[in-house]
């Protein structure tokens, strides 16, 4: 066995001076269990003059899923959908076959600076649900499992470990966990825990299988393997991500994935030609690139 692969990622400007780190999609690596797209961004102090909101926006064919340590975004959606999202809840969106959504400073915080940091994701729906009805369920804090031992604090975010199972309803079998170590503490994960596994370190290197693993990189293990993990110096905070992989091959661009290059360059035209809908209260919109997709 050769070990896990260690992807590095790349800072993504989305605008205004709002810039991610980001791990998925790589060259090295396309998707990890359903995920094929993981952004961490902050932490980062929001000012009052800072132009971090982000405008309505359209997906198809997948989920995203939003997950905070700190601060707060305020989520609308074309389907009516108005949500706070708070540090430590869940908030999964399903795209199928379109929806369009902005992520904005809450008015509450509009006049004061405040961190925002958090991560991310989009997963692939399966074939079957590729064209389903959009939909929003947050899922707060308070209902996630979390428990501890031998100095290590496991949230289970999605899906299910160490005997805990989360309410968060997926499509296909994910993962998610949101793991702290305190300072020398170990935490193994058993291969059980899904078909395909990677862990991102947030805020500090520790060490992986005895060896050095460093803060903001994506460690994907190899299949059957599990992974011990071990905090050193300093307390650490990680993501384990993962679940069954992908059914079929995907295709990405921009804010689309699909199975299909047709149903892609079809939802380019939609949107341009504004029939995707509308996130009410809302009259800005975010263009499509000037470098349109070529099925």
Not at 18 to 40: A, E, K, M
Not at 229 to 253: C, K
Request: charged letters at 20%; hydrophobic letters at 40%; a negative charge.
């Amino acid at each position: 066995m050769s070990g896990p692969l260690i992807l590095e990622g790349h800072d993504k400007d989305l605008g205004g001076g709002f810039t991610v780190r980001r791990l998925l999609p790589s060259l090295q690596r396309r998707s990890i269990g359903p995920f094929l797209f993981f952004d961490h961004f902050g932490p980062v102090t929001v000012e009052p003059a800072s132009q971090y909101d982000v405008r309505p926006h359209p997906h198809i064919g997948l989920a995203t899923v939003t997950y905070l340590f700190d601060g707060a975004i305020l989520h609308r959606d074309s389907l009516g959908s108005l949500q706070e999202i708070a540090p430590g809840a869940i908030n999964w969106m399903t795209s199928g076959r379109s929806i369009v959504h902005s992520e904005r400073r809450p008015d509450t915080l509009r006049d004061r600076s405040y961190v925002n940091h958090g991560i991310q994701l989009w997963a692939a729906l399966p074939l079957a649900h590729e064209e389903d009805e959009p939909s929003f369920v947050h899922t707060p804090a308070a209902d996630i499992p979390e428990f501890s031992r031998d100095g290590a604090t496991v949230r289970v975010l999605i899906g299910e470990a160490f005997g805990h199972v989360s309410p968060v309803a997926t499509l296909s079998p994910t993962l998610y966990l949101d793991v702290r170590l305190d300072a020398a503490a170990e935490l193994a994960l058993p291969a059980s825990l899904a078909q395909e596994i990677a862990i991102y370190a947030v805020d500090g290197d520790l060490q992986l299988d005895g060896q050095p693993f460093a803060a903001h990189t994506l460690a994907a293990l190899e299949p059957g393997a599990g992974a011990v993990l071990r905090a050193t110096g300093q307390a650490v905070r990680l993501m384990v991500i993962g679940g069954e992989a992908l059914d079929a091959p995907r295709h990405m661009w921009w804010n689309f994935i699909s199975s299909r290059k047709e149903r892609i360059v079809q939802a380019a035209d939609d949107w341009e030609a504004q029939r995707m809908g509308h996130v009410p209260g809302e009259t800005e919109w975010i263009p499509l690139p000037e470098r349109r997709f070529k099925s």
